[in-house]
């Protein structure tokens, strides 16, 4: 636009000039007379050139002004066009997305969320299937698990509460027993005998349900088949879910003895010991409620020891099964949290290269350093060192 202007301002100069040039000009020889009359020349000419010129300079102006406004009005539609053809291709992408289609490679992409999403994450998976069983199953698309789990843990725990029903009352009527005297009597005998069946029954029900119930969470983990998982964080999962998977995941089966081991005696001594600080808890109740209270005893202590041990000594056992108890509980704890870091080490180290190259490599070094006041870069001589083992 600036080089037409400058050409309709060039033409306009030359025009005016050679208007300028002929006024200039002697008359010849020959004259025009009309009416009589020589012919003036037009002092006004100059004038009316000038406001022909700022006329002509107006028009270019105002040309070049529409001309703006045109290529503007043009760039703001063609702007307005890629944006509307920008828009129609984020709502094509957006629509394919919603579709689960890659418009760039054209192949299913995975929905992002929370629930039942595809891209849903290892550790999600596990808590949901923790809260809703099943979960797991159904994310992996294993429908045919979920009658099992579903019968294993219903009749599991149909079979606990039942068996909770009847060992309630026999727990209450042994206590009601035990509070007033340990005396040993076939009566008692028989009812204890009654009660601990019970019980057992009672957990081998609860444990089955437990047991259920973990295996299908771990079952989750283990059939999750997303490729961006790695074995690690597996590995870590099942450890975590339950002691020992983390070994059997990462086929460290030597193992396996040792970590079930070591919770099956942290268990047994947990049970043990509790055992143990009930039993001289509630001695320890009666004989000092004996020495409180002498006159509501007439055939003497009714404990377990029959008055034989003091009720300091019989206090200093009882806290002593229970700080054993406590300690055996925080041992579990570590156990449990040492198993899970061996997991996740042990699968780390599968992929570890273990070769026999053990070679070292020495080659000169040269390298730059900026030194302030030098104002510039040293060069550094050294030697570079690499070991493989």
């Known amino acids: 636009m600036a080089k037409i202007r400058f050409l309709l301002l060039l033409v306009a100069a030359a025009v005016l000039g050679m208007h300028a040039a002929q006024a200039q000009l002697p008359r010849g ?7 009589g009359m020589f012919q003036k020349p037009d002092s006004l000419r100059a004038k009316r050139d000038s406001i022909r010129f700022a006329e002509l300079a107006l028009r270019i102006d105002s040309a070049q002004t529409a001309d703006y406004a045109a290529d503007s009005a043009a760039v703001a539609a063609l702007r307005t066009d890629d944006l509307r053809l920008l828009d129609s291709i984020a709502l094509a992408r957006y629509d394919a997305a919603l579709q689960g289609i890659d418009t760039t490679t054209k192949r299913k992409v995975r929905k992002k969320g929370w629930f039942m999403s595809d891209s849903m994450s290892l550790s999600k998976v ?3 299937s923790t809260v809703l069983p099943g979960y797991g199953q159904i994310y992996n698309k294993q429908y045919w698990k979920l009658p099992i789990l579903y019968g294993l843990v219903g009749t ?15 727990r209450r009527q042994y206590n009601s027993y035990t509070d007033v005297s340990l005396s040993r009597t076939p009566e008692l005998d028989a009812l204890q005998e009654k009660m601990i069946r019970s019980n057992t029954r009672r957990q081998v029900y609860l444990g089955i349900t437990i047991a259920s119930y973990i295996y299908f969470i771990g079952d989750a983990a283990v059939s999750y088949k997303t490729n961006d998982v790695s074995s690690v964080k597996k590995a ?6 339950f002691p020992g998977a983390g070994q059997i995941y990462n086929r460290s089966y030597w193992k396996v003895p040792f970590v079930v081991g070591g919770f099956a005696s942290m268990i047994y001594c947990i049970d043990w010991n509790n055992r143990g ?8 109740n ?8 002498p006159e509501n005893y007439p055939n003497g202590p009714t404990d377990e020891f029959r008055g034989r041990y003091s009720a300091d000594f019989i206090k200093n056992l009882r806290d002593n099964y229970r700080r054993n108890r406590d300690l055996c509980i925080i041992l579990s704890g570590a156990l449990y949290v040492l198993q899970i870091i061996d997991a996740h080490v042990d699968a780390h180290l599968k992929d ?4 026999d190259d053990l070679s070292m490599n020495l080659e000169p070094l040269v390298d730059y350093t900026y030194v302030p006041t030098l104002q510039g870069n040293r060069p550094v001589f050294g030697f570079n060192l690499c070991l493989n083992f």
Do not use: M
Not at 29 to 35: D, K, P
Not at 286 to 293: I, K, P, S, T, V
Not at 352 to 355: A, G, L, R, T
């Open 29 to 35: 020889a020959r004259s025009i007379v009309r009416g």
């Open 352 to 355: 570890y290269d273990i070769s």
């Open 156 to 170: 599991g725990l149909g079979l606990y509460i039942h068996e909770n029903k009847i060992y309630k009352p026999l």
């Open 236 to 241: 870590t999962t099942l450890a975590c879910i």
């Open 277 to 284: 600080f009930q039993r001289f808890k509630k001695a320890y």
């Open 286 to 293: 009666l004989l000092a409620d004996y020495e409180q209270h």
């Open 126 to 128: 596990c808590w949901a």
